[in-house]
């Protein structure tokens, strides 16, 4: 099989790859193809997945291009992981939403909002060529903000396109291992939106053991959800959120943390991705060595402002190892091309798994995958609180299609003025103001 990654002179690449080399299976992907429009990341990250398959025999070959064309065609795969605008532009979202006062994290808020501007439209015209070039493909989607980018492409792809995150995978393993079962045996009762869900059961042989996790305050405070968001609030809440409902449930004291850092997480990663592919300019420097030092950091500062806030420490090494998105994407190609059934959390197009959302809504929830796709298993109502949130969310990203479709700077503002986390109208107009100034590419947004 071929798998073509777009973006692939991403830093997160390697991981994909290192999947790959682990499956010797008859059918497994033989040929990788990474495309990206900076031909100096994509030889450095080519560097590392040559280090990496040094020793594996039948590893898949690697080739990199800059012809989108060139990239696409035969492929049987689609991975998209594309970061318009770059970290710099991560950056200056995260900064332009803190001067007024709101979140600017990358996918949730002000800073997701403008991440999905910038990104819907190159999103749409890379579903169109795909559609035209490789028409039988599968799309994985992992571009941010996965859910909205998923359901953007969907409008042109249908169900072959499906969108997937490390966040309820590494959830759902953690809450798993603190109860003692087997993640890869239990049922994982999980729903919402991408980065807006909640587990709500983990069943194994049938039986729910969260309820005993939710009773047991000591063992609450032993994993990473159950330190951030304190076992107080869970009790309550009845169900374990997804970490970036911290961002929700905890907007002030967030947006204080990350106003009074020294840095924000897009510039952070924008200096140190800097430093490593600039490092890896020298031929003689250690390819593998040198990303996997910088995954380290980067894995280990992971939502440390949240963490600070919830005094809840350093990250611990169990939890470091509990995603896996590369997993995810490897699983679901092998349920699809070799028809290996399996379950996973993934984001597609809701049918009738959520009740209150419409059809074509893209949902964050468990899927049974198969040689036919990913299919959506109906989930029990959500109570009134966690549903108000996913309406509203919801509605915000339909405000961002039609404003990537249209170029109405109107549907912007509303887009931003209907987030829970803009308090204000009118600084839903500043936003849209200022993000059009750092970001040359909104330029689009000039209709009424």
């Given at each position: 099989m071929k798998l073509t990654i777009l973006g692939g002179g991403g830093f997160r690449v390697p991981l994909v790859y290192g999947a790959l080399l682990g499956?010797?299976?008859?059918?497994?992907?033989?040929?990788?193809?990474?495309?990206?429009?900076?031909?100096?990341?994509?030889?450095?990250?080519?560097?590392?997945?040559?280090?990496?398959?040094?020793?594996?025999?039948?590893?898949?070959?690697?080739?990199?291009?800059?012809?989108?064309?060139?990239?696409?065609?035969?492929?049987?795969?689609?991975?998209?992981?594309?970061?318009?605008?770059?970290?710099?532009?991560?950056?200056?979202?995260?900064?332009?939403?803190?001067d007024l006062g709101v979140l600017g994290q990358e996918t949730v808020g002000a800073g997701g909002i403008a991440y999905g501007l910038r990104t819907v439209p190159v999103a749409v015209e890379l579903a169109r060529r795909i559609a035209r070039l490789a028409p039988h493909a599968w799309v994985i989607n992992f571009t941010n903000p996965a859910g909205l980018v998923t359901e953007a492409m969907s409008r042109h792809l249908g169900d072959r396109v499906v969108g997937i995150c490390d966040s309820p995978v590494g959830l759902g393993r953690r809450v798993a291992r603190v109860l003692?079962?087997?993640?890869?045996r239990a049922w994982i009762d999980y729903a919402g939106l991408n980065h807006l869900g909640w587990l709500r059961g983990l069943y194994v042989d049938g039986r729910d053991e969260l309820p005993r996790l939710l009773a047991d305050p000591a063992l609450l405070g032993s994993f990473e959800e159950g330190r951030l968001f304190g076992a107080e609030l869970l009790q309550s809440l009845g169900a374990i959120p997804n970490e970036y409902l911290h961002y929700y449930y905890f907007n002030r004291e967030a947006v204080r943390a990350y106003q009074e850092t020294e840095q924000t997480r897009g510039a952070f990663l924008h200096d140190q991705q800097q430093g490593f592919y600039a490092r890896l300019r020298d031929p003689a420097a250690p390819a593998l060595a040198t990303w996997d030092r910088t995954r380290s950091e980067r894995e280990a500062t992971y939502m440390a402002e949240n963490?600070?806030?919830?005094?809840?420490?350093?990250?611990?090494?169990?939890?470091?190892?509990?995603?896996?998105?590369?997993?995810?994407?490897?699983?679901?190609?092998?349920?699809?091309?070799?028809?290996?059934?399996?379950?996973?959390?993934?984001?597609?197009?809701n049918r009738?798994?959520?009740?209150?959302l419409d059809a074509e809504a893209v949902v964050e929830a468990p899927c049974l995958v198969d040689a036919n796709g990913a299919h959506p298993v109906a989930a029990s109502p959500l109570p009134y609180d966690a549903m108000a949130l996913v309406t509203a969310v919801k509605a915000v990203e339909r405000a961002v299609l039609e404003a990537a479709e249209s170029g109405s700077r109107a549907a912007a503002v509303r887009a931003f003025a209907l987030h829970p986390l803009v308090d204000s109208v009118s600084v839903a107009h500043r936003l849209v103001e200022r993000y059009m100034e750092v970001h040359p590419g909104l330029a689009y947004l000039s209709g009424p």
């Open positions: 499956d010797h299976a008859e059918g497994r992907v033989s040929r990788v193809t990474l495309y990206d429009t900076d031909a100096d990341r994509l030889t450095a990250v080519a560097r590392v997945l040559a280090e990496q398959a040094e020793g594996v025999a039948d590893a898949p070959v690697v080739v990199a291009t800059t012809e989108l064309d060139e990239a696409l065609r035969g492929a049987d795969f689609v991975f998209s992981a594309i970061r318009v605008g770059g970290l710099a532009g991560r950056a200056a979202d995260e900064r332009v939403a803190l003692g079962a087997d993640p890869d963490r600070d806030v919830a005094g809840a420490g350093e990250r611990e090494e169990s939890d470091l190892g509990s995603g896996g998105y590369e997993q995810v994407a490897l699983a679901l190609m092998r349920a699809i091309a070799r028809n290996e059934r399996t379950s996973l959390i993934l984001n597609v197009r009738t798994a959520l009740a209150a």
